[in-house]
């Protein structure tokens, strides 16, 4: 049986970064701990065929410069995928972009906030139904965590269940089923790294 972690890419990170060998997929290999032959690392925005179901345990689904309402013929490949890795009930994360596609391929509305970007340390609150939960059960009540994105969850799938929430977006990260998360924020990105994303927007 595979015990491979799926990375879906969905773009490329800044240029500033890269040329630093950075990326976002390697942000996710390194704060997992794991070894980086556990991972399958798969550009779908680039046209890459995803892998077969049964040849990975999990999936993540990374950040992107893209919009998720430019309905880049990519976003419905990962978007079924993605159905059929939940159906499956084969644990899914996705973050910032990954968090907006999940929604989005699950029947929620994704576009531009009203207020703009939100962007830098934020603090985010967790909800009641966040106690009980597998990932966030044991986190503090607030916390701050990095965030940068001008497009929303404006709102969630019917089924899906809100963990955390702020002020400036209701829908910071939720759960659809036993194992499937979307976060728009990650405590593991470094305050330099957010200080080259001031200069453009991630989603």
Partial sequence: MSNKILII???NTLPSLLAE??????????GSGLDSSRFI?????????LPAIEDVVAA???GSPAYVTDLAPWNEIAADYLRILHADQKPILGVCYGH????????????FHPSGREI??????????????????NMPKQ???????????????????LL???????????????????GTVSSRIQRERNEHLHSRAWR
């Avoid at 060998?21 to 390194?30: H, L, Q, Y």
């Avoid at 009641?128 to 059960?137: H, K, R």
């Avoid at 929430?165 to 209701?170: I, M, T």
């Fill in 164 to 182: 955390a929430r702020n002020s400036f977006d209701a829908h910071h990260a939720f759960r659809l089923g036993t194992s499937t998360w979307g």
């Fill in 21 to 30: 060998n950075e990326d976002f997929e390697d942000w996710f290999v390194r």
């Fill in 60 to 62: 993540i689904v990374t």
């Fill in 143 to 161: 916390f701050s965590v990095q965030a940068s994105h001008l497009q929303s969850v404006l709102s969630l799938p019917n089924e899906a269940v």
């Fill in 120 to 137: 830098g340390t934020v603090d985010v609150e967790l909800t009641q139904e966040a106690a009980s939960d597998v990932l966030f059960a």
């Fill in 9 to 11: 890419k969905t773009g």
């Fill in 100 to 111: 907006q596609l999940l929604a989005w391929a699950f029947g929620g509305e994704v576009g």
């Fill in 41 to 49: 690392r798969c550009a779908v925005d680039k046209g890459e065929a």
